[in-house]
């Protein structure tokens, strides 16, 4: 127990059909997690496998945090029914999911004197409730284009192949294996500010040392590769710092057509860009349906774009508050191979 109580660890399943690839997830902060998937599984089996991965790597004092009524109310209250009846429902049917809930109900019990369990709504601002879905989500998707069962990509802790503990030219070429969507090469991947914080003479200048660290790089990396979106600002001109460095880059969108919400003239910019990457990469199938659904995905976007890089830059003053978390994210992944450019 720390000096702030018991250790509080967020779980989430997420899943695509019943059955369907799906995704599980714990974390309790950016840099201590696990997750895992399933080409074939159902959303309750992902949330059943989230908590029992949880409560398998974090021994001690525990607070585990879920936004399923069905694996909080199964620990707590009709799993002792269904011990009674031999793993039987009150109709006399199996208890489905059966194969999970023994170990984690035996688990919960041995543990019954340090673990407690919480619930939180999902999807309601909280932080850690959205990094868990966003870890489990990316699982879902991973197994959706790669048709494997258990692959799993772990922080500091939990079970299954850990890529931390991997030599780094190991951990790329594991990332390659698990996940297709990720491009050849050593990737350098670039984020940052928008105008009107990243505009004219900053934007100019944010262009004009990309190009040059582009440039340097490439005679130390023959297989470099820039890595970035095309939103407005710091992501746009670091596309534009490829071409003129002559760097190949590859353009990441979170779903479908992002261009078509801006304003005309960038849509043309955007066309021209997406025309002259090696490739263009899209993570999802669906546009979101409102703002909120925009900001999530490009949340996973984030968050994939972290774990796929080699390296990166992320333009930004330290003034602007809004890309702290951001700064935070890139920076557990990548450690001192993430460079802060001010524009």
């Known amino acids: ?30 840099t201590h ?12 089996r992902m949330e059943l496998t989230a908590v029992l991965r949880a409560l398998e790597a974090n021994p001690g004092p525990l607070v585990v945090v879920m936004d399923s009524t069905y694996v909080k109310d199964g620990l707590e209250k009709w799993s002792h029914g269904w011990r009674r009846n031999g793993w039987k429902t009150k109709a006399g049917q199996p208890v489905k999911n059966r194969e999970i809930w023994e170990p984690l109900v035996a688990l919960a019990t041995e543990r019954a004197h340090e673990v407690r369990f919480e619930w939180v709504k999902g999807h309601s601002g909280d932080a850690m409730n959205d990094l868990v879905d966003l870890l489990a989500v990316e699982q879902r998707d991973l197994h959706r284009t790669s048709g494997g069962s258990t692959a799993t990509g772990s922080g500091s802790g ?16 594991e990332r390659r294996r698990r996940d297709g969507r ?13 105008p009107p914080e990243l505009a004219g003479e900053a934007l100019d200048r944010a262009r004009d040392r990309l190009a040059e660290i582009f440039a340097a ?8 590769v820039v890595v970035t979106g095309l939103r407005e600002g710091a992501e746009r001109v670091a596309a534009e710092a490829a071409i003129r460095a002559d760097v190949p880059y590859v353009a990441v969108l979170p779903f479908p057509d992002p261009h078509l919400r801006m304003p005309g003239s960038d849509q043309a910019r955007v066309v021209d860009l997406l025309g002259r990457a090696r490739e263009v990469v899209t993570l999802e199938k669906k546009q979101p349906a409102d703002r909120e659904g925009f900001a999530k995905a490009m949340a996973r976007r984030d968050s994939w774009l972290a774990r796929a890089a080699d390296e990166a830059i992320l333009v930004w003053d330290e ?8 700064h935070k994210d890139l920076d557990a992944q990548l450690g001192p191979a993430l460079v802060v450019l001010h524009p």
Request: net charge negative; hydrophobic share 35%.
């Open 217 to 224: 790089q490439a005679t130390l990396s023959d297989d470099l």
């Open 182 to 194: 990720i491009p050849e090469g050593y990737l350098l991947l670039v984020l940052g500010q928008r």
């Open 1 to 30: 127990m720390s000096a702030d109580g018991p250790l509080r660890v967020f779980t989430d399943g997420a899943c695509s059909g019943n059955p369907g690839p799906g995704g599980w997830a714990w974390a309790s902060s950016p």
């Open 319 to 326: 003034d602007d508050a809004r890309y702290a978390r951001l």
């Open 158 to 173: 939990g079970g299954g192949a850990r890529l931390a503990e991997l030599p780094a030219d190991e951990q790329r070429a």
């Open 33 to 44: 997690f696990d997750s895992g998937g399933e080409a074939a599984t159902t959303n309750n």
